[in-house]
């Protein structure tokens, strides 16, 4: 990475600045910000009868139950690999994690018990036994609350009313009933629970039954609202950061915070997620996802999963089902030969407005006209067309994307060298990591695989637009898009260089121990 220009460098100065600042408007980025450095959509082969999938607050890594082999596949989102698997109690389907992010809650329906895993350690630590019923019910789906309680719904052999909304107590692990739930506590067998982002709202569906009830559970006030019935049979359930939007599969129908019905999305899917803000949702297809519009209740276009998922059915959980990392930027989807994750900002396949044609077209003669100059209004602000908005706009999403990933490798790496050597060990393989997730002169590295998909991206976002309608500040000069692209990127790369100089006592020792103070000049100031 050579030096930056003077003016890269004034910009890099603001840049703690604004992240800051962005950080404080922002509390759910700033928790769960994806490090993504892979291309999507990035399919992974699993063996088994996977059931469920969610993500961890800090999008750091993707569980997935897995019932033919009794376990939790753990994915690695920054190492872009399968970890050591965690291996649980018999049939595990429902999955989530605590506030802290320190314990996974494994429901296991296979058995009279719920796994409690130490994801520090990366084992199970116990199974807390829960005592079945009359029909010998056993755990199935899990959420835990902003509190740390756990809720659990049960399931069973058959249909009808067997099942039960339970809660446990995460420092006694006591076991209750609901009894504000449904009918004093009882339901389906097919009831499936989902929180939303910031973990103060759960929602819930119970399935194989026509009259196809959804509830909404408080944290802050610890109860359940009554049902909401929308008469038909309803699966899969999903919510936003605070659960003011609910949407419930098959049918899509979106629900506010009273959970009324404030529309309906025409052709249903499987699984379903909910972008954290709320506006956008997503749902799954025998091959695509399904890009909605929640507050005009359409569907506007397509995300590519790069796997099929024809094994996906509407009555039942495990294939098509679908996750979203709290940050909104990353899903997770189950497929018939393992999972997918896809960035929410590639590109969406929609289907072209049609336009009227001229009656007529002057012929153009002589010589073309220079790329217009953006105008400006009165205030001074530039006056760019649609297009030219849009690029600018995706730029910065792709570019920031970017940054968030060079920042989390720099990060681990210097967190990893400092914590080896309080220990008296050798840092030798840690800065060989270091090396191999940082180095841009290797395109396999992750962080020059997160530049290029942000550039592919941008490029793609852009289209037609040339550099001269977008004016881009760092390449005023530049020839083409791509040298805006490039530069662009320099200079998030740079600010993020700032902040890391900013925040280590020896970043610049640091950076020469890793092996990478010569491709990051300006950790040390250069």
Not at 152 to 167: E, I, K, L, V
Request: glycine share 8%.
């Amino acid at each position: 990475m050579s030096p930056i220009s003077p003016p890269l460098r004034r910009l890099a100065s603001a840049l703690p600045y604004l992240a800051a600042a962005w950080l404080l408007a922002s509390p759910a980025r700033a928790h769960a910000a994806c490090a993504v450095g892979f291309a999507t959509p990035r399919a992974v082969a699993v063996t088994g009868h996977l059931t469920e999938v969610i993500f961890d607050d800090a999008c750091e890594h993707v569980y997935l139950t897995n019932a033919t082999s009794n376990r939790v596949e753990v994915f690695s989102i920054a190492d872009d690999e399968l970890q050591t698997p965690i291996a649980v109690g018999s049939q595990p389907t429902g999955l989530d994690v605590s506030p802290d992010g320190t314990t996974l809650y494994v429901a296991n329906s296979g058995a009279n018990n719920i796994s409690i895993v130490d994801l520090t350690a990366g084992v199970e630590q116990q199974k807390v036994t829960v005592p079945s019923n009359f029909i010998n019910d056993k755990p199935f789906s899990v959420a835990v609350a902003s509190t740390g309680l756990v809720l659990f719904s049960t399931t069973f052999a058959g249909s009808g009313f067997g099942g039960r909304m339970m809660q446990l107590d995460p420092s006694s692990y006591a076991l209750a009933q609901r009894t504000d739930f449904f009918i004093n506590g009882t339901t389906t067998e097919a009831t499936f629970l989902r929180a939303s982002a910031d973990r103060s709202v759960i929602a819930a569906v119970a399935g194989d039954i026509s009259s196809a009830p959804v509830f909404r559970y408080s944290s802050a006030t610890d109860q359940f609202s009554k049902e909401k019935d929308l008469d038909g049979f309803v699966t899969f359930v999903a919510t936003d950061e605070s659960g003011a939007t609910i949407v419930v599969d098959p049918g899509t129908s979106v629900l506010d915070a009273s959970l009324s019905l404030s529309g309906t999305i025409t052709g249903g899917g499987f699984g379903v997620a909910v972008h954290p803000a709320g506006t956008i949702g997503y749902r799954v297809r025998a091959s695509s996802i399904d890009v909605l519009d929640l507050v005009h209740f359409l569907t506007t276009g397509t995300l590519a999963v790069g796997d099929t998922v024809a094994k996906a059915n509407a009555f039942s959980h495990g294939v098509g089902q679908l996750a979203i990392s709290r940050d909104g930027a990353l899903l997770a989807v189950i497929t018939d030969h393992g999972f997918t994750l896809v960035q929410t900002d590639a590109p969406v396949v929609t289907t072209p407005t049609p336009t009227a044609t001229p009656a007529h077209t002057p012929t153009q003669t002589g010589t073309p006209a220079a790329p217009p100059t953006p105008t400006a209004t009165p205030e001074g602000l530039p006056l760019l067309d649609k297009s030219a908005r849009h690029c600018e706009a995706a730029l910065a999403t792709h570019a920031r994307a970017f940054a968030i990933t060079d920042h989390k490798l720099l990060q681990k790496c210097f967190d990893g060298l400092l914590r080896e050597a309080a220990r008296g060990r050798d840092t030798t393989s840690v800065a060989a990591k270091c090396a191999e997730w940082t180095n841009p002169a290797n395109p396999d590295s992750v962080l020059a695989r997160a530049r290029a998909t942000a550039a592919a991206n941008a490029l793609r976002a852009c289209g037609s637009v040339s550099a001269a309608e977008l004016g881009t500040p760092c390449a005023r000069d530049a020839a083409t898009l791509a040298d805006v692209i490039g530069c662009t990127l320099d200079a998030y790369e740079a600010g993020v260089d700032v902040l890391i100089a900013a925040t280590y006592a020896d970043a610049c020792a640091l950076a020469d121990v890793a092996g990478i103070g010569a491709m990051f000049a300006n950790v040390c100031g250069h």
